[in-house]
């Protein structure tokens, strides 16, 4: 594994290989899933991770979401950024080319 | 033996419980390991009464269709069965998360290679020990762990996470740091710390694995370090041996709560040691559904939610938090499955098992019992 990423406004997050943004179509519900690992996850968080394509960057994708769902940039980009560093921490999220 | 009126039991959905989380896939008990901690139970399945291929797909198509999200196919070890590859293909096509659950001496490069294009997500691989005479000892396979070095490596070349699973006790327990660097070496995502688990070969054998309680206050310590100056680069997890805690571990997460087990032949288990529960009567999937099962099967019903439960669990305050901890050791070690988890602190029985484990720990180890497949033990243990 790499080094620890700090998520920043330039970061490209994407999912690493092994782990799976997918939906559960019995439970019909978004999770995470990683060896031995499942995360349930909030609908502001689905919404961010849809955006997660290892091509937009961090305050790309805030800027959508802040006009998606018409709110102030910067609130947004601080959750986006707080969600993404603490699934990186778990090593749920990598930065591409990092 | 058991006094809970089993026509009153109440079902799955009775107790609000959904659809479990993953399905641990026991393909086969045949294994060139004889571990003496295996987690397989004394009575090993034969290979003439494994599931076949199209039974396993059914499960598969079962379970992705209860809504489980992972699976983990394991053994026994898992690579003995030459259908593997359909299996993972079926998992795969069907959206399960497919972890592969081995001990590597039977793969090569090109199987490895064949397994990861057909959708395998997920390598853990077990290791006896760090020092190669040791857990080539320990696993009783001559060779081996020079042998799971290089699976590891051929596992990252072709680009798959693996999971370094070590199991520790009194006999590799102070090679704890090189586990961790191990792990770090072969560029693992993931080291499960282990401590044995004491059912039953891991029971027989008890007096050779249990550390005593200063081994175990050092290991502590060196996996909690270990997770912060390695945060973000190496996931740790770990597991005490339940000995030494205050409480219980919520096995399972809760009796018949979020998992089920699959042995070879299909008997479908709360947990992969239930057998050890001599009264269990356990549904198959040749005769019942899988989701027929996880409903109704007395098997997870019996133990279920918190209405079968003896005094002191009854009472206390964390009986929806450890659900009275393991029902498995509660048989191995009082008699009886409903008893609290000796684990536990508050267990009437909890000083005089646990004095006596920690007095094992103090004396020489013996020399093991191994796991040999064919061997049967008739007597109670």
């Known amino acids: ?98 | 033996m058991d006094d809970v009126k089993k026509t009153n039991l109440k079902k799955a959905s009775e107790h609000g419980i959904q659809a479990p989380l993953a399905l641990l896939a026991e393909l086969s008990h045949r294994c060139p390991l004889q571990c003496p901690y295996c987690s397989n139970p004394v009575q090993l399945e034969k290979k003439t009464g494994e599931l076949t291929t199209d039974e396993w797909k059914s499960v598969i198509d079962q379970a992705v269709e209860m809504g489980m999200h992972q699976i983990h196919l394991s053994g026994g070890e898992p690579t003995v069965r030459h259908d593997l590859e359909d299996i993972i293909e079926h998992c795969n096509k069907q959206g399960l998360y497919t972890n592969l659950i081995t001990s590597g001496v039977l793969l090569n490069l090109d199987r490895l290679k064949k397994l990861e294009s057909l959708g395998l997500e997920h390598v853990q691989l077990s290791f006896q020990d760090t020092d190669n005479e040791n857990a080539d000892r320990i696993g009783g396979f001559k060779g081996g762990h020079s042998k799971k070095l290089e699976v590891a490596k051929w596992v990252r070349e072709v680009e798959l996470p693996l999971t370094c699973n070590c199991v520790v006790h009194r006999q590799n327990i102070d090679n704890l740091e090189n586990f961790i660097q191990m792990a770090l070496d072969l560029d693992a995502e993931r080291v499960e710390i282990a401590q044995v688990q004491y059912y039953g070969w891991a029971l027989k054998n008890r007096a050779a694995f249990i550390p005593t309680p200063e081994q175990l206050d050092h290991a502590t310590e060196i996996v909690e370090k270990a997770r912060v100056d390695l945060k973000g680069k190496l996931v740790i997890d770990y597991v005490i041996p339940d000995y030494y805690a205050k409480h219980p571990k919520n096995c399972m997460g809760g009796w018949g709560r979020r998992f089920l087990n699959m042995n070879p032949k299909g008997d479908v288990l709360p947990c992969h040691a239930a057998e050890t529960i001599p009264h269990l009567k356990f549904d198959n999937v040749r005769e019942k559904s899988l989701k027929w099962i996880w409903e109704n099967s007395e098997a997870f019903n019996i133990y279920r939610g918190t209405d079968w439960m003896p005094d002191p669990c009854k009472s206390c305050d964390r009986k929806e938090i450890d659900w009275g901890g393991c029902r498995c050791q509660a048989m191995a070690l009082t008699g009886d499955a409903k008893n609290t988890d000796p684990a536990c602190s508050i267990s009437p029985l909890h000083n005089e098992i646990f004095s006596m484990a920690a007095e094992e720990a103090k004396r020489a180890p013996p020399e093991f019992i191994y796991r040999r497949y064919g061997v049967r033990f008739n007597s109670p243990i």
């Open chain 1, 1 to 98: 594994m790499t080094d620890i990423l700090k998520i920043e406004d330039e970061t490209v997050p994407r999912f690493p290989k092994h782990v799976k943004f997918r939906h559960n179509k019995a439970r019909d519900e978004w999770v995470i899933l990683a060896p031995e690992r499942l995360v349930n996850l909030d609908q502001i968080a689905v919404e961010i991770l849809k955006m997660v394509d290892g091509e937009k960057k961090v305050k790309e994708i805030s800027a959508e979401l802040s006009k998606k769902f018409n709110a102030p940039e910067e609130t947004i980009i601080s959750d986006v950024k707080e969600m993404l560093q603490d699934l990186s921490d778990k090593g749920f999220i990598e930065e591409k080319n990092g």
